[in-house]
Every structure is written in structure tokens, then in C-alpha cells.
């Protein structure tokens, strides 16, 4: 069955110190896609991230980046010199096929909360 | 501007009383769903519709209903609210694609008394 796992609840750093945000998901297909969304305290959620399973590289956007390892089914996401505008809860999400039903099921993690303390 | 709509944005109702909230999205998207956000358990889906006229139950739908009569509009019923369905409720969207990214709405915060 499908899981998304954040095992940290709650992170603080002080700003400009790097931070990673671990997601572990399980899923039995082979083809697969994951997402990085943004909540931050005003409420919306923004999408940060897409990447497929067949994709491993690792990708980088600005303070951003995503590392993807299909050996432990994990795609973490770290955010290098940490700013106060980045305090958020932030989701991690699979998406996959299922063709039982012909339609895709998107799974959430339970999020972590990133508090960035000036 | 693109954009998913939800009203009302903020509601305290009273159980037993019969509420709609409304999700209008602009981007002639296929895919309409909605989430409910608690605590500890991140966004479950309720509801969500592959096209007009196709709905289905996702992972916690008791307790509400949908309808998709037209494209742009997805409208999240709750027949008879109890304080359980207290939550902050999100509509998306999203092209056919399940490849592709959700769009949110800014969500609806439900409190039933």
C-alpha cells in the first residue's frame, strides 16, 4: 500500500543554517511521481517539486534541493542558508497509477514544520 | 490569473445544519479534488472527479457529498455536519495528467459546533 512517511514533526534552526526535511514513501509500482508542496503560515499551498521515478538526478533551484534515492525510497529535500521566509509546514506526496480503477491516487505525508528563527 | 476559488473562506456552523462549500477553478482542468487538513495526518483526500459527471470516494468521504455538473465548478456538500468534519477543508485542481501537479485552493476552515 501506498505511505508517505515525515518522521520529523517539528524543526527549528536559526537562519542561515542548513536544514533537511527527510520523506520516506512506499509504493509497490515501478512508476511513480513525488512532490515537495509549501504551506506557509498564511495557509496556501505551492507546489515546490515534481520528479518521476526513473529519474534520480538530484535537482537544485536557488537554496533549494532534492535528493532522490530509489534505494531507500526516500526524496529529501534540503534548503541550504535558511531564511526566516522559509518558515513553513512543507508535504511530501506520491502520486501513482492504479490500474485497478484507471485513475491515480495522490498520498500525502503528515508534513513538517520548519521554524526559521532570525 | 489561474487560479482555484473556495467560499466560504471561513464558517462556524451548528451540527445538523446543511452546508455547501463552493471550488471554482479557471484553468479548464479535468481533475477536481478535495483534501481535509488535520493535525498530525497531513492532507487526506475526500472526494474527487476525473471529469463532469465522474466523481469517486477517496480516502475519508463519509459524511459528504460532491457533484460535477460543470467542468469548472466542484462543490463539497456536508449533509448533516458534525464536530468530527471540523477542519481545514483545500479544493485542486489539476490538468488530466496524474503526472502533474495539484493548484489549491486557499482553503476553507470549518468549524461545527
Known amino acids: 500500500a501506498q505511505k508517505v512517511t515525515q518522521a520529523q514533526t517539528e524543526i527549528s534552526v536559526v537562519e542561515k543554517e542548513d536544514v533537511t526535511l527527510d520523506c520516506v514513501y512506499e509504493t509497490r509500482d515501478t512508476t511513480y511521481y513525488l512532490f515537495w508542496y509549501k504551506q506557509p503560515p498564511s495557509g496556501e499551498l505551492v507546489f515546490l517539486i515534481r520528479r518521476n521515478s526513473f529519474d534520480e538526478q538530484n535537482e537544485i533551484s536557488g537554496r533549494y534541493s532534492w535528493n532522490f534515492q530509489k534505494s531507500t525510497s526516500s526524496f529529501n529535500f534540503t534548503i541550504t542558508a535558511s531564511q526566516v521566509v522559509d518558515s513553513a509546514v512543507y508535504f511530501c506526496a506520491l502520486s501513482e497509477f492504479l490500474l485497478k480503477t484507471s485513475y491515480d491516487k495522490v498520498i500525502f505525508g503528515p508534513g513538517t514544520s520548519l521554524s526559521v528563527i532570525p | 490569473e489561474a487560479q482555484v476559488t473556495q467560499n466560504p473562506r471561513y464558517l462556524i456552523t451548528v451540527t445538523g445544519k446543511k452546508l455547501t462549500v463552493t471550488c471554482s477553478q479557471n484553468?479548464?482542468?479535468?481533475?477536481m479534488s478535495w483534501y481535509r487538513q488535520d493535525p498530525g495526518l497531513g492532507l487526506r483526500q475526500i472526494y474527487y472527479?476525473?471529469?463532469?459527471?465522474?466523481?469517486d470516494k477517496g480516502d475519508v468521504p463519509e459524511g459528504y457529498k460532491v457533484s460535477r455538473k460543470e467542468k469548472r465548478n466542484f462543490p463539497l456538500i456536508l449533509e448533516s455536519p458534525s464536530p468530527n468534519q471540523t477542519s481545514l477543508y483545500f479544493c485542486a485542481s489539476r490538468a488530466g495528467q496524474w503526472t502533474g501537479e495539484l493548484f489549491f485552493g486557499e482553503g476553507s476552515r470549518l468549524t461545527v459546533l
Open positions: 484553468m479548464n482542468h479535468e481533475y
Open positions: 472527479s476525473m471529469n463532469v459527471e465522474v466523481t
